[in-house]
């Protein structure tokens, strides 16, 4: 049997040592593209997760927000709102509009009035003379 020409199919031979497993078992490609947005995002949130000292950042900030004195307040309400209530949960709600925002303006007369484009207006003018 001869050797196909051209690249043979399947994966190349020592592209093994290029792949390693993370702790998690997932598998990481150095060869590749470099890591998005996205994944340092969640390597973050694991960090944070995994931290020992995570549970005394989220106390600080509850406490924060509770506290009337605190100078820091209104951003540990902002953290803790955030978290709660994001704003893509109120974007689902107006599924009316089918998730866009929408900014709705009604102009309307004040019953009774009427305005006379005619109605003359009184005040004290001098002429201005043209050059």
């Known amino acids: 049997m001869t050797k196909p020409s051209g690249n ?7 592209s093994k040592n290029k792949v390693r497993k993370t ?6 490609n150095p060869v590749g593209r470099p890591p998005g947005e996205a994944a340092v995002m969640k390597e973050y ?3 944070m997760l995994n931290s020992p000292r995570s549970l005394k950042v989220l106390d600080s900030i509850l406490k924060a927000a509770m506290d009337d004195e ?5 951003a540990a309400w902002k953290i803790v709102v955030d978290r709660i209530m994001p704003v893509s949960s109120f974007d689902k709600l107006a599924g009316s509009e089918k998730g866009r925002n929408a900014i709705q303006i009604n102009i309307t007369g004040v ?3 009427e ?4 109605a003359p207006l009184e005040g004290d003018f001098e002429p201005v003379e043209s050059q």
């Open 111 to 113: 019953p009774g009035v």
């Open 8 to 14: 043979p199919r399947g994966r190349p031979k020592g």
């Open 23 to 28: 702790k998690d078992g997932t598998v990481k």
């Open 45 to 47: 949130r694991d960090r």
């Open 115 to 118: 305005v006379s484009a005619e």
């Open 70 to 74: 605190h100078k820091n307040q209104a």
